[in-house]
């Protein structure tokens, strides 16, 4: 029972963490990615002025986390500028990336704009293994840019997707974390990540917004990727039942 004259705890509404997919480009193609390669269908990406309304609008409702993802955020020339205006509006932010582009040119400048966090992808332990599935030749690539992350002192998270053909080798991936110094590792499972779409998607379902044009579209691009993860998933159990 409450005391009298007291006030009940609401729960925050608040968007605390913005995700922002600022390029679908992207340098690899790893075959469990949800990121389009339709890329004509869906016009030009949105300018440098725009992705900073952008910014301001979403701290204006009251998000303090900034995440700057793809595809590969890199490939965006005007990534410091959007770093540096984070910094200004107040983010904490964090780069998602699969390490390709980053050079020591453009880390320096990030330092410099105030970026807080890198996050880079692996995807697996082995060169062969994280060649095959990214189909690319980026495994000494990624290592050297891990390593940078930490010359620079940032604190690093080593991210890797988890599923069929990587699953049997998280031991491996945990020993290479540990070797490059990470200070946090992120496996991303595929079924935790099918959880978080279809609660996002059950979200907008049910919301109203001012822009029901953007509603209906997010919805349309998170229902395409919920099949893709569905897809996957399904032909995960019909390889292990075929094995057993």
Not at 25 to 51: I, M, R
Not at 148 to 172: A, C, F, G, S, T
């Amino acid at each position: 029972m409450e005391k009298a004259g007291s006030e009940q705890k609401k729960p925050n509404s608040l968007p605390l963490w913005l995700l922002a997919e600022v390029s679908y480009k992207c340098p690899l193609h790893c075959v469990f990615c949800y990121n389009p390669v339709d890329y004509a269908t869906y016009g030009e990406e949105l300018s440098t002025e725009d992705w900073l309304r952008v910014l301001r609008q979403a701290r204006e409702l009251g998000a303090t986390q900034l995440g700057l993802s793809g595809g590969e955020p890199l490939t965006r020339p005007d990534l410091e500028v959007l770093v540096a205006e984070a910094r200004k509006l107040g983010y904490y932010s964090n780069l998602v990336t699969s390490g390709v582009g980053l050079d020591e040119k453009r880390i320096a400048a990030f330092k410099e704009g105030g970026l807080d966090h890198i996050q880079v992808s692996f995807q697996d332990s082995t060169r062969e293994m994280n060649d095959f599935l990214s189909h690319t030749r980026t495994f000494e690539l990624k290592q050297r840019v891990a390593k940078l992350v930490k010359q620079y002192e940032y604190p690093m998270v080593l991210n890797v997707v988890l599923h069929r053909y990587n699953i049997d080798h998280v031991p491996q991936i945990l020993e290479m974390a540990e070797q490059l110094e990470a200070e946090y590792v992120e496996l991303a499972n595929t079924r935790a990540k099918l959880s978080e779409l279809e609660a996002r998607f059950e979200v907008l379902r049910n919301d109203t917004i001012e822009d029901e044009r953007v509603r209906q579209v997010t919805m349309k691009s998170l229902k395409r990727y919920i099949n893709q993860f569905k897809e996957e998933i399904a032909r995960y159990e019909a390889h292990q039942t075929a094995e057993h």
